[in-house]
């Protein structure tokens, strides 16, 4: 599904070099929910946006669904983002003056917004959002607003979901429902990279990958061995 290889990234200023990833390799097979954990400025976000195809590495590769992302156009890349990966980001990145329901009829496709109304109400319906459908983010909690934007992430029903501390700004319970909401989509045969610096998601987890200054610091965990 995902393998990315020997990737770098470098951020440069006219007086300095910050190295963001360090030789990362790592693979995700379909079906998989991994949890990539590490402290602020390890490079979590950094990777996850390389493998999402929004970042282009310093060097090293990554083929995603066998199409290795940055030989594509910026183009190519965006089509091939919108029909095979949903993102959950930190902050939610929803229309304050739309409804819940049309938050996440954002992501149809130009001219499908129609006919994607039904999954809309059943992804809504499966976060626990079916009363809220009509209202909008300023009435809702911070933890509904991210399911909201969980349930966008997946109306084009992508292969995989890469969310970015998606419970960062929640309270423990809330964290809980998001959690659950990922796991929702990884019970129905998705593909789930989350980053955090915390243990929430670990119950769902296939694996557990530590990063730390840019580098997989002791190699993958598998909470499921004996």
Avoid: C
């Amino acid at each position: 599904m995902v393998h990315a290889q020997q990737i770098s990234k470098v951020f440069r200023t006219r007086r300095s070099a910050v190295r963001a990833l360090n030789v990362v390799t790592l693979d995700v097979q379909a079906g998989e929910f991994v949890v990539i954990r590490g402290p602020s400025g390890s490079g979590k976000t950094t990777l996850l946006f390389v493998l999402g195809g929004m970042l282009r590495p310093t060097s090293g590769k990554v083929v995603v669904h066998g199409r290795e992302l940055y030989a594509l156009s910026r183009r190519e890349r965006a089509d091939f983002r919108a029909r095979h990966v949903g993102f959950v980001f930190q902050m939610f990145h929803l229309v304050p003056y739309l409804t819940v329901e049309d938050n996440v009829l954002l992501a149809a496709p130009p001219g499908e917004a129609p006919a994607l109304r039904t999954r809309a109400a059943e992804l809504l319906s499966l976060l626990g959002l079916a009363p809220r459908v009509q209202h909008r983010p300023a009435e809702l909690s911070a933890g509904e607003r991210q399911r909201t934007a969980i349930a966008r992430a997946m109306l084009n029903r992508p292969d995989l979901i890469l969310a970015d501390e998606p419970t960062g700004n929640l309270d423990p319970r809330s964290a809980a429902e998001v959690i659950a909401g990922l796991a929702a989509f990884h019970r129905q045969a998705g593909t789930v990279i989350l980053v955090t610096h915390g243990t929430v998601a670990d119950q769902y987890a296939s694996r557990v990958i530590h990063l730390d200054e840019g580098m997989i610091a002791h190699g993958p965990i598998d909470l499921n061995a004996e």
